[in-house]
């Protein structure tokens, strides 16, 4: 038995050889499913965005178990045993609240629950490092949410404006578009305009990998000024590092504002939940009117802010399916016939991380360069963050977005969820990917079918 796989495999290879000119089979030949690398998981149930990544170390695995439990943990207000401290401000109670089973959160259903979604907020002009610069009473980020006794910082009403568009063959598509209307300020806006930003809670899998990439890897895929004249210019972020006290690649966030998972994770702690740290020791009503200056000390210790940073470090990336079917390798053909792969990239190898060897020097498939690109006024959010302009988004990494519906329950996508399939993600697509989005809405209906299927195999 085992000497006929053995032939059979080796036959295979031999056949696959002889038909390097045929571009399907070659492509077949060279599919690694393995898109974390060593980190990768079979795993393709609802839980697959839970495993822990497939080759953690002794010590790794003790920070990611003790991380998983910071993650999960619900915050409440003090005085409380467990986990007290949350607000006055806030969105949501917890990581995994937003975070839904790592993956990412729906579009909110109504507006009084805004669930994953969160609004940053901002007035014209920068602050000394060049970041957003904080609406005076608001600070950089809405909480919609308070304590008993506080009032929340507004209250959020969405609503949507639906366009329909069609392909080139006639059919026709639908593209939703939220619209934000703030109300119930606790305070007046007394700054001039505010600009708002909305943000759906994306998937935490794979994120370790993607802080082990390297600047000069990063800066080699940069094209800002567009030298190869491919319409792509994608450009490295630059955000303040607070514990470096120093700028250093912005590789985190929608608009790769955050430079580290530790920023991350401290960031999410202050402005999501009104967890003060040992980075961010103010409460995020800091000089406002509700900042009754009590609870300043840092609710959560070094140690717990670390194991949740290094829980968002170790999520193992879900390895990819259906690579071998054929409409699969014809979506692929299309993906990169359609220039796809110029910001979503499909190889990129890791450096080192300190402390965590899991990471270090992997090859991995996350279709993203995690470089900024202009995509035009349709996704624009006209609110400026460090290097990011206002139509500017870092390219959204694609592994394991085949299997969000699976995991989430839903296909919302972009950074505020907004596209309720695979296929209105694409044809929000504008600015620099305007030749992309042209390439798809020529295409028959099975081809885009394949396009769709290969996105569902990643
Ligand atoms: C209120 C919902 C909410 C809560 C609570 C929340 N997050 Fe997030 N998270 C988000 C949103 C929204 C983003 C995107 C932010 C942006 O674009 O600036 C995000 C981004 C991230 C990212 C970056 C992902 C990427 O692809 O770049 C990480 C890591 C992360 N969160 C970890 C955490 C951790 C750890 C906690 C708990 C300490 C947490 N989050 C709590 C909503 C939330
Ligand atoms: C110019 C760079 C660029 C090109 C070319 C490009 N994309 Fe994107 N893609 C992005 C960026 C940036 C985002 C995030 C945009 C946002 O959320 O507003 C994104 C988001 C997506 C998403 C949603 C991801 C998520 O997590 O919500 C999908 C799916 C996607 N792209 C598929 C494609 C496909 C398929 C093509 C080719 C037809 C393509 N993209 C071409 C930059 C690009
Ligand atoms: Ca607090
Ligand atoms: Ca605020
Ligand atoms: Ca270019
Ligand atoms: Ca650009």
């Known amino acids: ?44 149930t ?36 467990n986990n007290p401290g949350l607000g006055p401000l806030f969105n949501n109670t917890g990581c995994a609240a937003c975070h839904v089973k ?19 907020v901002s007035m014209n002009g920068t602050d000394p490092h060049g970041g957003p610069l904080a609406y005076p009473g608001y600070g950089g980020q809405l909480q919609n949410r308070a304590v008993f006794g506080k009032a929340p910082e507004a209250d959020v009403t969405l609503t949507e404006a639906l366009q329909i568009k069609q392909f080139l063959d006639g059919t026709s598509y639908e593209l939703r578009e ?21 943000r759906i809670a994306p998937p935490i899998i794979g994120l370790g990998l993607l802080e082990a990439v390297s600047e000069q890897t990063l800066l080699a895929l940069a094209d800002e ?34 430079p580290n998972l530790t920023q991350q994770a401290a960031a999410a702690y202050v402005n999501d939940m009104g ?31 670390e194991e949740a940073s290094f829980y968002t470090k170790s999520v193992a990336v879900p390895a990819r399916r259906n690579t071998t079917n054929s409409i699969v390798i014809v979506g692929e053909n299309i993906f990169r016939a359609a ?29 993203t360069d995690l470089l900024l690109h202009d995509m035009g006024a349709g996704l624009a959010d006209n609110r400026p963050e460090f290097s990011a302009n206002g139509t500017e988004w870092r390219t959204a990494p694609l592994w394991g977005i085949g299997l969000t519906r699976v995991v989430n329950g839903h296909s919302n996508f972009l950074h505020d969820g907004r596209a309720r399939n695979l296929m209105e993600a694409i044809m929000w697509h504008g600015g620099e990917a305007t030749n992309s989005v042209n390439y798809v809405k020529a295409l028959s209906s099975s081809q885009r079918e394949s396009l769709i299927k290969f996105l569902e195999s990643l």
């Open 102 to 120: 790592n993956g990412r959160a729906p579009y909110p259903t109504s507006s009084s629950d805004l669930g994953g979604l969160l609004i940053r």
């Open 46 to 81: 609802s839980l697959a965005f839970e495993d822990p990544s497939a080759n953690l170390n002794a010590v790794e695995t003790d920070l990611h178990v003790r991380g998983n439990l910071a993650f999960e943990a619900t915050f409440i207000t003090a005085p409380a045993t």
């Open 225 to 258: 000024s567009d030298a190869n004249g491919d319409g792509i210019s994608g450009k490295l972020n630059y955000v303040w590092d607070v514990q470096a006290n120093s700028m250093k690649p912005g590789k985190f966030g929608w608009k790769a504002g955050q």
């Open 178 to 198: 939220p619209i934000i209307n703030l109300s119930n300020h606790y305070t007046p806006l007394t700054s001039g305009p505010m600009l708002i930003s909305p």
């Open 339 to 367: 220039k796809c792969n110029a910001c979503h990239r499909e190889t990129i190898v890791t450096s080192t991380l300190s402390g965590v060897p899991s990471v270090s020097n992997q090859i991995i498939h996350p279709y």
């Open 275 to 305: 967890i003060t740290n040992p980075l961010f020791t103010h409460e995020n009503s800091v000089g406002q009117p509700q900042d009754d200056l009590t609870g300043d000390d840092p609710e959560i210790n070094a140690q717990t802010l």
């Open 1 to 44: 038995m085992k000497k006929f796989i053995f032939l059979f495999l080796a036959s295979a290879f031999l056949s696959s050889c002889t038909k390097d000119d045929n571009e399907a089979e070659s492509n077949t030949s060279s599919i690694d499913i393995n898109s974390g690398g060593a980190t990768t998981t079979l795993n393709s």
